[in-house]
Protein backbone atom coordinates (compact mmCIF):
# COMPACT_ATOMS: atom_id res chain seq x y z
CA UNK A 1 0.00 0.00 0.00
CA UNK A 2 1.42 3.09 -0.63
CA UNK A 3 1.90 5.92 1.60
CA UNK A 4 -0.49 8.79 2.33
CA UNK A 5 0.50 12.41 3.03
CA UNK A 6 -2.00 15.21 4.55
CA UNK A 7 -3.53 17.04 2.11
CA UNK A 8 -1.58 20.34 2.30
CA UNK A 9 1.95 18.07 1.48
CA UNK A 10 2.99 18.24 -1.98
CA UNK A 11 3.60 14.80 -1.53
CA UNK A 12 6.76 12.77 -3.58
CA UNK A 13 8.63 15.01 -5.55
CA UNK A 14 11.80 13.94 -8.11
CA UNK A 15 14.52 16.19 -8.52
CA UNK A 16 15.41 17.39 -12.13
CA UNK A 17 18.53 18.06 -13.78
CA UNK A 18 19.37 20.95 -16.14
CA UNK A 19 22.54 21.04 -18.64
CA UNK A 20 24.15 24.37 -19.74
CA UNK A 21 26.87 24.01 -22.12
CA UNK A 22 27.32 27.83 -22.97
CA UNK A 23 30.02 29.10 -20.72
CA UNK A 24 29.01 31.11 -17.63
CA UNK A 25 31.03 34.19 -17.13
CA UNK A 26 31.49 35.07 -12.97
CA UNK A 27 31.86 37.86 -10.92
CA UNK A 28 35.34 36.76 -9.94
CA UNK A 29 36.72 37.24 -13.79
CA UNK A 30 36.64 33.53 -14.95
CA UNK A 31 33.76 31.60 -16.31
CA UNK A 32 32.52 27.72 -16.06
CA UNK A 33 32.23 26.41 -19.15
CA UNK A 34 29.73 24.00 -18.55
CA UNK A 35 27.36 23.28 -15.50
CA UNK A 36 24.09 21.44 -14.45
CA UNK A 37 21.19 22.81 -12.26
CA UNK A 38 19.56 20.18 -10.11
CA UNK A 39 16.05 21.53 -9.24
CA UNK A 40 12.39 20.49 -8.22
CA UNK A 41 9.42 21.79 -9.17
CA UNK A 42 5.58 21.89 -7.69
CA UNK A 43 2.71 22.72 -8.81
CA UNK A 44 1.34 23.31 -12.33
CA UNK A 45 2.80 26.14 -14.89
CA UNK A 46 -0.08 27.81 -16.33
CA UNK A 47 -0.60 28.33 -20.00
CA UNK A 48 0.92 31.80 -20.23
CA UNK A 49 3.76 30.89 -17.69
CA UNK A 50 2.82 34.11 -15.61
CA UNK A 51 2.17 31.89 -12.24
CA UNK A 52 6.21 30.97 -11.27
CA UNK A 53 7.34 31.29 -7.80
CA UNK A 54 11.48 31.02 -7.88
CA UNK A 55 12.53 29.98 -3.84
CA UNK A 56 16.09 30.96 -3.34
CA UNK A 57 17.99 29.13 -0.49
CA UNK A 58 20.12 29.93 1.84
CA UNK A 59 23.65 28.65 3.18
CA UNK A 60 22.57 25.33 3.83
CA UNK A 61 19.90 24.90 1.93
CA UNK A 62 19.26 22.82 -1.62
CA UNK A 63 16.66 22.00 -4.22
CA UNK A 64 14.55 19.15 -1.85
CA UNK A 65 12.16 22.69 -0.27
CA UNK A 66 9.20 20.69 -0.13
CA UNK A 67 7.80 17.08 -0.20
CA UNK A 68 9.55 13.68 0.37
CA UNK A 69 11.90 11.87 -2.20
CA UNK A 70 10.70 8.38 -0.94
CA UNK A 71 7.75 6.96 1.25
CA UNK A 72 10.45 6.28 3.80
CA UNK A 73 11.94 9.72 4.16
CA UNK A 74 10.92 10.78 8.32
CA UNK A 75 11.26 14.64 7.28
CA UNK A 76 10.08 16.72 4.38
CA UNK A 77 11.89 19.82 2.67
CA UNK A 78 13.00 22.58 4.42
CA UNK A 79 10.39 24.53 3.78
CA UNK A 80 7.92 22.58 3.38
CA UNK A 81 5.82 24.48 6.16
CA UNK A 82 5.52 26.70 3.63
CA UNK A 83 5.22 25.22 0.72
CA UNK A 84 2.10 23.56 -0.87
CA UNK A 85 -1.41 23.13 -1.13
CA UNK A 86 -3.22 26.04 0.90
CA UNK A 87 -0.14 27.20 2.25
CA UNK A 88 1.29 30.26 2.04
CA UNK A 89 3.29 29.04 -1.09
CA UNK A 90 0.13 27.65 -2.52
CA UNK A 91 0.63 25.68 -4.91
CA UNK A 92 -3.02 25.31 -6.49
CA UNK A 93 -1.99 28.61 -7.77
CA UNK A 94 1.53 28.82 -8.05
CA UNK A 95 3.87 26.89 -10.05
CA UNK A 96 7.31 26.78 -7.72
CA UNK A 97 10.91 26.20 -8.34
CA UNK A 98 13.59 25.52 -6.35
CA UNK A 99 17.25 24.87 -6.53
CA UNK A 100 20.37 23.97 -5.49
CA UNK A 101 22.92 26.57 -6.66
CA UNK A 102 25.67 26.60 -8.66
CA UNK A 103 28.76 25.48 -6.36
CA UNK A 104 26.81 23.45 -3.94
CA UNK A 105 26.51 19.82 -3.11
CA UNK A 106 23.52 18.08 -3.89
CA UNK A 107 23.81 17.95 -7.05
CA UNK A 108 24.40 21.00 -9.02
CA UNK A 109 27.69 21.44 -10.35
CA UNK A 110 30.26 22.47 -7.47
CA UNK A 111 33.50 21.47 -5.60
CA UNK A 112 32.92 17.78 -5.62
CA UNK A 113 31.86 17.83 -9.29
CA UNK A 114 34.42 16.86 -12.07
CA UNK A 115 36.49 19.40 -13.68
CA UNK A 116 35.77 19.02 -17.73
CA UNK A 117 39.44 20.00 -18.09
CA UNK A 118 41.39 17.71 -15.44
CA UNK A 119 39.39 14.87 -15.26
CA UNK A 120 39.04 14.97 -11.24
CA UNK A 121 37.21 16.75 -8.99
CA UNK A 122 37.06 20.63 -8.72
CA UNK A 123 37.99 21.20 -5.26
CA UNK A 124 39.89 24.11 -4.47
CA UNK A 125 39.77 25.31 -7.85
CA UNK A 126 36.10 25.49 -8.51
CA UNK A 127 35.37 29.36 -9.03
CA UNK A 128 34.38 31.60 -6.19
CA UNK A 129 30.88 32.39 -6.33
CA UNK A 130 29.00 35.76 -6.12
CA UNK A 131 25.77 36.32 -5.67
CA UNK A 132 25.35 37.58 -8.91
CA UNK A 133 26.42 34.29 -10.47
CA UNK A 134 23.65 32.60 -8.84
CA UNK A 135 21.08 34.78 -10.11
CA UNK A 136 22.40 34.65 -13.69
CA UNK A 137 22.44 30.89 -13.50
CA UNK A 138 18.77 31.17 -12.29
CA UNK A 139 17.59 33.33 -14.94
CA UNK A 140 18.83 30.71 -17.61
CA UNK A 141 17.06 28.16 -16.05
CA UNK A 142 13.79 30.31 -16.31
CA UNK A 143 15.10 30.14 -19.86
CA UNK A 144 14.95 26.77 -20.24
CA UNK A 145 11.90 26.53 -18.52
CA UNK A 146 9.99 29.05 -20.78
CA UNK A 147 9.48 31.56 -17.80
CA UNK A 148 9.90 35.05 -18.88
CA UNK A 149 8.80 36.86 -15.36
CA UNK A 150 8.17 35.23 -12.44
CA UNK A 151 5.19 35.92 -10.56
CA UNK A 152 8.00 36.44 -6.80
CA UNK A 153 11.21 35.88 -6.19
CA UNK A 154 11.56 34.26 -2.34
CA UNK A 155 14.01 33.84 -0.09
CA UNK A 156 15.19 33.76 3.54
CA UNK A 157 19.03 35.16 4.42
CA UNK A 158 20.93 34.59 1.81
CA UNK A 159 18.04 33.46 -0.20
CA UNK A 160 16.87 36.98 0.80
CA UNK A 161 20.00 38.64 -1.29
CA UNK A 162 19.76 36.28 -3.68
CA UNK A 163 15.93 37.68 -4.23
CA UNK A 164 17.16 41.44 -4.22
CA UNK A 165 19.93 40.89 -6.57
CA UNK A 166 17.28 39.37 -8.85
CA UNK A 167 15.31 42.98 -8.41
CA UNK A 168 18.18 44.95 -9.84
CA UNK A 169 19.79 42.42 -12.17
CA UNK A 170 16.74 41.28 -13.87
CA UNK A 171 13.79 43.94 -13.40
CA UNK A 172 11.71 43.22 -16.07
CA UNK A 173 11.73 40.02 -14.96
CA UNK A 174 10.05 39.79 -11.73
CA UNK A 175 7.07 41.17 -10.54
CA UNK A 176 7.17 40.84 -6.52
CA UNK A 177 10.09 40.43 -4.53
CA UNK A 178 9.98 38.66 -1.20
CA UNK A 179 13.05 39.11 1.78
CA UNK A 180 12.91 37.51 4.41
CA UNK A 181 15.51 37.80 7.32
CA UNK A 182 17.90 39.52 5.12
CA UNK A 183 20.43 42.45 4.55
CA UNK A 184 21.44 44.66 2.00
CA UNK A 185 25.32 43.37 2.85
CA UNK A 186 27.38 41.98 6.38
CA UNK A 187 28.38 43.78 8.88
CA UNK A 188 31.83 43.77 9.93
CA UNK A 189 30.52 41.46 12.59
CA UNK A 190 29.20 38.92 10.61
CA UNK A 191 31.80 38.79 8.59
CA UNK A 192 33.97 38.13 11.89
CA UNK A 193 31.72 35.29 12.58
CA UNK A 194 32.47 33.94 8.80
CA UNK A 195 36.16 33.85 8.55
CA UNK A 196 36.30 32.59 12.00
CA UNK A 197 34.08 29.37 10.71
CA UNK A 198 36.09 28.99 7.64
CA UNK A 199 39.44 28.91 9.89
CA UNK A 200 37.93 26.07 11.94
CA UNK A 201 38.13 24.53 8.06
CA UNK A 202 40.82 25.40 7.00
CA UNK A 203 43.18 24.81 9.76
CA UNK A 204 41.43 20.97 10.02
CA UNK A 205 44.44 18.77 9.10
CA UNK A 206 41.95 16.58 6.99
CA UNK A 207 42.03 19.87 4.57
CA UNK A 208 44.69 19.31 2.73
CA UNK A 209 44.22 22.79 1.09
CA UNK A 210 40.71 21.91 -0.14
CA UNK A 211 42.28 18.51 -1.80
CA UNK A 212 41.42 16.28 0.78
CA UNK A 213 39.23 14.08 -2.06
CA UNK A 214 42.53 13.30 -3.00
CA UNK A 215 43.83 12.14 0.30
CA UNK A 216 40.68 10.02 0.98
CA UNK A 217 40.06 12.43 3.81
CA UNK A 218 37.79 14.71 4.96
CA UNK A 219 37.69 18.07 7.05
CA UNK A 220 34.77 16.99 9.30
CA UNK A 221 35.99 18.43 12.63
CA UNK A 222 36.70 21.72 11.22
CA UNK A 223 33.44 21.93 9.61
CA UNK A 224 31.78 20.66 12.42
CA UNK A 225 32.98 23.42 14.35
CA UNK A 226 32.40 25.69 12.10
CA UNK A 227 28.93 24.83 12.02
CA UNK A 228 28.66 24.77 15.84
CA UNK A 229 29.63 28.28 15.66
CA UNK A 230 27.24 29.64 12.59
CA UNK A 231 24.38 27.44 14.54
CA UNK A 232 24.78 29.78 18.07
CA UNK A 233 23.96 32.90 15.51
CA UNK A 234 20.86 31.18 14.03
CA UNK A 235 19.62 31.08 17.37
CA UNK A 236 18.35 33.74 20.14
CA UNK A 237 19.50 33.73 23.85
CA UNK A 238 15.91 33.45 24.72
CA UNK A 239 15.40 30.50 22.14
CA UNK A 240 18.25 28.71 23.95
CA UNK A 241 17.07 29.35 27.25
CA UNK A 242 13.73 28.13 26.75
CA UNK A 243 14.98 24.81 24.83
CA UNK A 244 18.27 24.22 27.26
CA UNK A 245 18.98 26.63 30.04
CA UNK A 246 21.29 25.38 32.31
CA UNK A 247 20.01 21.87 32.00
CA UNK A 248 22.69 19.20 32.56
CA UNK A 249 23.01 16.16 30.32
CA UNK A 250 23.86 13.62 33.04
CA UNK A 251 21.79 15.30 35.72
CA UNK A 252 25.30 16.30 37.21
CA UNK A 253 28.66 17.84 36.70
CA UNK A 254 31.25 15.58 36.13
CA UNK A 255 34.42 18.12 36.33
CA UNK A 256 36.33 17.11 33.21
CA UNK A 257 35.95 18.38 29.46
CA UNK A 258 33.58 16.11 28.16
CA UNK A 259 29.18 16.77 27.39
CA UNK A 260 27.84 18.48 30.71
CA UNK A 261 25.08 20.78 29.32
CA UNK A 262 22.41 19.82 27.12
CA UNK A 263 23.49 22.69 25.08
CA UNK A 264 27.49 21.32 24.37
CA UNK A 265 25.18 18.06 23.26
CA UNK A 266 23.23 19.91 21.17
CA UNK A 267 25.60 21.80 19.45
CA UNK A 268 28.12 18.52 19.26
CA UNK A 269 25.01 16.38 17.27
CA UNK A 270 24.32 19.50 14.83
CA UNK A 271 27.79 19.89 13.98
CA UNK A 272 28.38 16.33 13.41
CA UNK A 273 25.39 15.74 11.41
CA UNK A 274 26.12 18.75 9.36
CA UNK A 275 29.87 17.42 8.62
CA UNK A 276 28.09 13.90 7.30
CA UNK A 277 26.02 15.70 4.88
CA UNK A 278 27.67 19.36 3.69
CA UNK A 279 30.91 19.99 1.59
CA UNK A 280 33.56 21.80 3.18
CA UNK A 281 34.66 23.38 0.00
CA UNK A 282 31.23 24.54 -0.58
CA UNK A 283 30.85 26.22 3.20
CA UNK A 284 34.08 27.83 2.78
CA UNK A 285 32.63 29.51 -1.10
CA UNK A 286 28.60 29.93 0.38
CA UNK A 287 30.15 32.06 3.12
CA UNK A 288 32.57 34.18 1.18
CA UNK A 289 29.45 34.81 -1.48
CA UNK A 290 27.41 36.50 1.68
CA UNK A 291 30.59 38.27 2.61
CA UNK A 292 31.13 39.70 -0.83
CA UNK A 293 27.70 40.58 -1.36
CA UNK A 294 26.89 44.32 -1.83
CA UNK A 295 24.84 45.34 -4.39
CA UNK A 296 24.98 49.38 -3.57
CA UNK A 297 28.95 49.17 -4.37
CA UNK A 298 28.24 49.25 -7.70
CA UNK A 299 26.13 52.66 -7.33
CA UNK A 300 28.55 54.70 -5.41
CA UNK A 301 27.15 52.71 -2.10
CA UNK A 302 24.02 54.36 -2.35
CA UNK A 303 21.31 51.85 -1.26
CA UNK A 304 18.46 53.83 -3.06
CA UNK A 305 20.18 54.91 -6.18
CA UNK A 306 20.61 51.13 -7.15
CA UNK A 307 17.14 50.00 -6.01
CA UNK A 308 15.73 52.94 -8.13
CA UNK A 309 16.59 50.20 -10.99
CA UNK A 310 13.35 47.38 -9.87
CA UNK A 311 10.36 47.66 -11.32
CA UNK A 312 8.72 44.99 -8.60
CA UNK A 313 7.16 45.35 -5.54
CA UNK A 314 8.65 44.56 -2.28
CA UNK A 315 7.92 42.67 0.59
CA UNK A 316 9.94 42.44 3.26
CA UNK A 317 9.98 40.56 6.99
CA UNK A 318 12.55 40.72 9.84
CA UNK A 319 12.39 39.06 13.38
CA UNK A 320 12.40 40.28 16.62
CA UNK A 321 14.83 38.43 18.22
CA UNK A 322 17.26 37.99 15.36
CA UNK A 323 20.88 39.47 15.89
CA UNK A 324 22.87 37.84 13.06
CA UNK A 325 20.52 40.29 10.41
CA UNK A 326 18.67 42.55 12.85
CA UNK A 327 15.65 44.32 12.08
CA UNK A 328 17.22 47.02 11.48
CA UNK A 329 19.03 45.66 8.21
CA UNK A 330 15.82 44.76 6.78
CA UNK A 331 14.92 48.18 7.41
CA UNK A 332 18.30 50.27 5.53
CA UNK A 333 16.33 48.19 2.77
CA UNK A 334 12.83 49.64 3.34
CA UNK A 335 14.27 53.21 3.56
CA UNK A 336 16.00 52.81 0.69
CA UNK A 337 13.17 51.64 -1.53
CA UNK A 338 10.95 54.28 0.06
CA UNK A 339 13.62 56.80 -1.04
CA UNK A 340 13.56 55.32 -4.73
CA UNK A 341 9.77 55.42 -5.19
CA UNK A 342 9.15 51.88 -4.62
CA UNK A 343 6.16 50.03 -3.65
CA UNK A 344 7.16 48.22 -0.04
CA UNK A 345 4.66 46.48 2.44
CA UNK A 346 7.54 45.61 5.82
CA UNK A 347 6.76 44.06 8.80
CA UNK A 348 9.26 43.10 12.10
CA UNK A 349 7.88 40.06 13.24
CA UNK A 350 7.85 39.32 17.13
CA UNK A 351 9.42 35.54 17.03
CA UNK A 352 11.92 34.19 20.00
CA UNK A 353 13.66 31.72 17.46
CA UNK A 354 15.87 34.43 16.73
CA UNK A 355 17.57 34.07 12.75
CA UNK A 356 15.89 30.89 12.24
CA UNK A 357 12.83 32.28 12.69
CA UNK A 358 12.28 32.12 8.79
CA UNK A 359 11.55 28.59 8.64
CA UNK A 360 9.08 28.33 10.76
CA UNK A 361 5.39 28.38 11.13
CA UNK A 362 4.78 31.44 12.69
CA UNK A 363 1.11 32.36 12.82
CA UNK A 364 1.55 36.56 11.96
CA UNK A 365 4.73 35.47 9.69
CA UNK A 366 2.61 33.04 7.72
CA UNK A 367 -0.39 35.45 7.58
CA UNK A 368 1.73 38.19 5.82
CA UNK A 369 3.11 35.71 3.41
CA UNK A 370 -0.21 34.49 2.69
CA UNK A 371 -2.57 37.58 2.39
CA UNK A 372 0.37 38.81 0.18
CA UNK A 373 0.59 36.33 -2.12
CA UNK A 374 -2.82 35.75 -2.22
CA UNK A 375 -2.71 39.56 -3.85
CA UNK A 376 -0.17 38.28 -6.18
CA UNK A 377 -1.84 35.47 -7.51
CA UNK A 378 -5.35 37.93 -7.70
CA UNK A 379 -3.55 40.14 -9.45
CA UNK A 380 -2.28 37.86 -11.99
CA UNK A 381 -5.23 36.02 -12.49
CA UNK A 382 -4.54 32.58 -11.15
Not at 1 to 24: I, N, T, W
Not at 54 to 74: K, M, R, V, W, Y
Not at 183 to 191: G, V, Y
Amino acid sequence: MSKSYPSDSVGLVSPQRAHFSEPLPLRCGREISEYELVFETYGELNKDRSNAVLICHALSGNHHAAGFHSPEDTKPGWWDSAIGPGKPIDTRRFFVIALNNLGGCDGSTGPQSINPETGTPYGPDFPVMAVRDWVKSQARLADRLGIRQFAAVVGGSLGGMQALRWSIDYPDRIRHCIIIAAAPKLSAQNIAFNEVARQAIVRDPDFHEGRYLDHNTYPAQGLALARMLGHITYLSDDSMREKFGRDLKSGKLNFNYEVDFEVESYLRYQGESFSNRFDANTYLLMTKALDYFDPAADHNHDLAACLSQAHCEFLLASFSTDWRFAPERSEEIVTALIKAKKKVTYMEIDAPQGHDAFLFPIPDYFSLLSTYLDRVAKEGGF
